[in-house]
């Protein structure tokens, strides 16, 4: 059985939705990998010697600012000092709250750019949009599907991109997450007319 080390990436780590991806991975290939998973930032020191030891990588991460969270990047940058010799293929899950699941493919590039520097043979890719409302919805069932074709590819060693987001409009999608926000402000104290002004100070 190949070992294969996951690291969420998210700076929410224990409540975030890469953690819930994480879980449906693992689900799905508990008997296909030996799986041990890491943390950002607080395991560092032991995902870079796990490094040597393995031989798939799955980064699970939130989009942030059109790229990868910092503590991701601090993680990259611990690796490469690391000079690993081991040369583990990687495979990433990246989840973002725009609709369109193009939205993270800057962010995969600077994977492919990080794993390129090091040596590292990239493999799959799933990128989801609608990343924070799909988990919470029926539509969920679309991403386990996803999540069982990006594993298949990983198991046949191929090298795939899969996409997934809600099936919906974009008028829709406007209009669920525009009540999502305003339910999220009246919660704590905000109200639309603040949220509409650029202002933070008003």
Known sequence: MEKMIIVNGSPRAAVSNSK???????????????????????????????????DNVLFVFPLYTDGVPSILLQ????????????????????????????QNDTAVEIVKIFSEQCGFEFGSVLCIGSGEAIMDTPFKLFVNMKIKSFS????????????????????????????????????FGVSREKMDTMDIEK
């Open 20 to 54: 819930k991806l994480i879980e449906i991975f693992k689900n799905i290939n508990s008997k296909k990998f030996n799986i041990t998973e890491f943390v950002c930032r607080r395991d560092n020191d032991k995902i870079c010697a796990e490094f040597e030891n393995t």
């Open 75 to 102: 993680l990259f940058k611990d690796i490469e000092k690391a000079e690993i010799k081991n040369k583990p293929k990687i495979n990433v899950i990246i989840n973002c709250g725009f609709m369109e699941p193009f």
């Open 152 to 187: 298949k590819a990983i198991v046949k060693n191929s090298k795939k991109t899969f996409k997934v987001t809600m099936p919906i409009t974009k008028s829709m999608f406007l209009k669920a997450s525009t009540s999502y926000w305003l339910k999220k402000g009246e919660k």
